[in-house]
T-cell receptor, first 112, second 115 residues
Framework: QKEVEQNSGPLSVPEGAIASLNCTYS??????FFWYRQYSGKSPELIMS????GDKEDGRFTAQLNKASQYVSLLIRDSQPSDSATYLC????????????FGTGTRLTIIP | NAGVTQTPKFRILKIGQSMTLQCTQD?????MYWYRQDPGMGLKLIYY???????DKGEVPNGYNVSRSTTEDFPLRLELAAPSQTSVYFC??????????????FGEGSRLTVL
């Protein structure tokens, strides 16, 4: 059973600070990694994807991947109250296998 | 743009009743999925389909059935509803091949309560 682990939180971060969200996965064959944001009562939306070791930046968001440690993280710089949501880590096994395995999500609260 | 449309948005069932959650997408996506999300939990895959006429089980298929007669539609059937099936159900789709970035396009969800 492939597993994706996240701290459920809640994680509270002051406005303007950096929020750090972590995720580990069990399947070494995993090739693609995603971060989805889910506001309460809404459906998930993709905010970041990463496929290679290292960092990938998009605006205030940075995804970090370390395949050797089976670890992927999401940093949110200059956190805003609108960033308050649940962040779901998702992992895809390999190219051609289109199933995503989701973690349980980390609930993030940005404190004004 | 409609995207992925799910109906109904809310439904209350009695134990033992049956119902079908409807899902339609207008993006011509080959892949379609049904997930369930229990309170405070992530998404668990129930069934998925890689194209019309092809379906396969996910992590938690028991108590559910699906069919995929067209590219657009992927209904989820609940037979003999049980309280354990109380959940929020999400339908999602994604394209095939090079157009696939890994992004799933989700419907708005269907909240089901079994009493």
């Amino acid at each position: 059973q492939k597993e994706v682990e996240q701290n459920s939180g809640p994680l509270s971060v002051p406005e303007g600070a950096i929020a750090s969200l972590n995720c580990t996965y069990s399947d070494r064959g995993s090739q693609s990694f995603f971060w989805y944001r889910q506001y309460s009562g809404k459906s998930p939306e993709l905010i970041m994807s990463i496929y290679s070791n290292g960092d990938k930046e998009d605006g205030r968001f940075t995804a970090q991947l370390n395949k050797a440690s089976q670890y992927v993280s999401l940093l949110i710089r200059d956190s805003q109250p609108s960033d308050s949501a649940t962040y779901l880590c998702a992992v895809k096994e390999n190219f051609g296998n289109e199933k995503l395995t989701f973690g349980t999500g980390t609930r993030l609260t940005i404190i004004p | 743009n409609a995207g992925v449309t799910q109906t109904p948005k809310f439904r209350i069932l009695k134990i033992g009743q049956s119902m079908t959650l409807q899902c339609t997408q207008d993006m011509n996506h080959n892949y379609m999925y049904w997930y369930r999300q229990d309170p405070g939990m992530g998404l668990k895959l129930i069934y998925y389909s890689v194209g019309a006429g092809i379906t396969d089980k996910g992590e938690v298929p028991n108590g559910y059935n699906v069919s995929r007669s067209t590219t657009e539609d992927f209904p989820l059937r609940l037979e003999l509803a049980a309280p354990s099936q109380t959940s929020v159900y999400f339908c999602a789709s994604s394209p095939f091949g090079e157009a696939n970035t890994g992004e799933l396009f989700f419907g708005e969800g269907s909240r089901l309560t079994v009493l």
